[in-house]
């Protein structure tokens, strides 16, 4: 079991930046791979971005890729989400999600604990 709460969410204008943490609960975090997850306003969940156990294997969406830096703190239980150059359409609440098995999933569906989100605003 693990418990998953996020911070660092709120209003920013087109181009500035925000860093989302997502700290986790449970003495085995290093063996759970960790995405991050948005949802827009009337759209689906969608993948923004996953990274491993060890830290050695990181993905990212096609929309994000460029802006957005995943990286995660094995000691202090923490997985971030550096997020640089934001848009308008990136505004979104910001769910952490934990999983584990032999491949980093990038499927809402395979990620069985998650965080309440943080709401991140863009403005133009």
């Known amino acids: 079991q693990v418990q998953l709460e996020e911070s660092g969410g709120g209003l920013v204008q087109a181009g500035g930046s925000l860093r989302l943490s997502c700290a986790a609960s449970?003495?085995?975090?290093?063996?759970?791979?960790m995405g991050w997850f948005r949802q827009g306003p009337g759209k689906e969940r969608e993948f923004v971005s996953a990274?491993?156990?060890?830290?050695?294997?990181?993905y990212y969406s096609d929309s994000v890729k460029g802006r957005f830096t995943i990286s995660r703190d094995n000691v202090r239980k923490t997985v971030y989400l550096q997020m640089n150059t934001l848009k308008p359409e990136d505004t979104a609440v910001y769910y952490c999600a934990a999983s584990y098995g032999l491949v980093v999933p990038k499927d809402t569906n395979q990620y069985p604990y998650w965080g309440q989100g943080t709401q991140v605003t863009v403005s133009s």
């Open positions: 990274v491993s156990g060890s830290g050695l294997s990181i």
């Open positions: 449970g003495r085995t975090f290093s063996t759970y791979d």
